[in-house]
């Protein structure tokens, strides 16, 4: 059976920001057409705080059940990182779900055909010490590869130690579950785009009344 494929769309049936008020129709390809399997009014409020957040991104979670892939035209922070932990394969995407459907479809099942092949041993990068707490590391050829190792993977347990004053990250873009705990209040940090695919983070942890 093909694989469903949640959608987050606005009134007229393009995707939409998570954020915005919307339905979740879940799609599956039946006889070479995509048609809506059950579909939901979502609306994600905001103002209640990351507690309520994070409850109502729950039962969006349970709504969705075997479904593992989502798709909205802007997926960022809190929402980003309780899909993700919840182990969904979150695409970003404008327009009408026709238009893109059998694209994510085709590089889902790609992907999941690499995942069943044996993996090149990769080696996963650590932070440069550079003296006085001050540390650096590029994400980029993480990012840009299909290894299967995660930014989050690599960062986070630097992280947590927290045996640093600063640490300077090159990327091509900000992982989304940075932002998410930059929003937690966890970290702080500035990015800035420094050539074109290419950006720089200084991340400190949350410590500093001075804003970064």
Known sequence: MTMAIAVHTGTKGESTVISDPGMIRIFRKRQGMWHIEREQAFQLVQDKGLREMRRQMAGLIEYLGECKVFVASTVTGVPYYELEKAGLSVWEYKGKPVEFLDYILEKEEEAAEQDTKTPAAVV??????????????????????????????????????????????????????????????????????????????????????EKL
């Open 124 to 209: 996963i990068p650590t932070p440069e010490h550079l003296g006085n707490g001050f540390y650096k590391i590029s994400i980029k050829e993480i990012q840009e590869s299909e290894s299967g190792i995660t930014t989050k993977q690599v960062l986070m347990p630097f992280l947590r130690r927290g045996s640093y004053y600063q640490l300077e990250v090159l990327c091509n873009h900000v992982p989304p579950w940075l932002e998410a705990e930059a929003m937690t209040g966890n970290l702080c940090y500035e990015s800035e785009k420094i050539a074109p695919g290419e950006v720089r983070l200084i991340l400190r942890k949350q410590v500093c009344d």
